[in-house]
């Protein structure tokens, strides 16, 4: 059920979102994650969304670059985490109020595929928390050596078959995982 389930938004911030540091289908990827967190919303889910910060560059924080991207859709119902590193719990409160609250599962989308997204799908899954990753809810930018297409592919299909942990990550699109809260 839905209960013990709850989303987490990592990154969603303006310099990922618009100008020379947008990912991939920036607008694209922000209206699937409001469609999913609509949903999770609606079913009384929790939603976490989590915000990076670092000193001297674009995400320093209260900067215009840190700021939640324009087109993203928060309530102040969520919880707002503040993240100094690639992977969300790491000297954050995220896994202290996922527990206090009885959350097994994560439905992760945001920014960066490879970067904070996939350390913290690592991170969850050595934690113990069964993952479901939106696998058109997350992006990147191309690199010198492989498009964003291709690095939001590599990550839907290396994430998904990982079996070192009991936990265990599926991917589904963002149509479909609406549909979690719904059951």
């Known amino acids: 059920m839905f209960e013990n389930q709850a989303l987490a938004i990592i990154d969603v911030q303006h310099v990922l979102s618009d ?14 994650i409001n469609a999913v967190s609509s949903a ?9 969304v989590i915000q990076h910060q670092s000193r001297g560059g674009p995400l320093d924080l209260a900067s215009e670059g840190w ?5 993203l859709n928060v309530r102040e119902s969520d919880l707002i985490v503040h993240k100094t590193g690639s992977d969300a719990f ?16 994560l439905v992760v989308c945001g920014f960066q595929s ?27 930018l191309d690199t010198s050596v492989l498009t964003a297409s291709q690095i939001i592919a590599h990550h839907n299909e290396t994430l998904s078959n990982i079996t070192s942990f009991a936990a265990q990550v599926s991917c ?10 719904l059951k």
Not at 40 to 48: E, F, H, L
């Open 114 to 140: 490879e970067f904070c997204v996939d350390s913290t799908v690592r991170r969850a899954l050595a934690l113990g928390y069964d993952v479901t990753l939106v696998s058109d809810g997350h992006s990147t």
């Open 90 to 105: 790491h000297k954050t409160e995220l896994h202290d109020q996922l527990q206090a609250f009885g959350i097994k599962r």
């Open 172 to 181: 589904m699109p963002a149509g479909q995982a609406q549909q979690i809260w």
């Open 67 to 71: 700021q939640l991207a324009a087109g």
């Open 40 to 48: 999770a919303r609606s079913a009384g889910a929790m939603v976490v």
């Open 19 to 32: 100008g020379k540091y947008a990912v991939a289908d920036s607008a694209g990827v922000i209206a699937r």
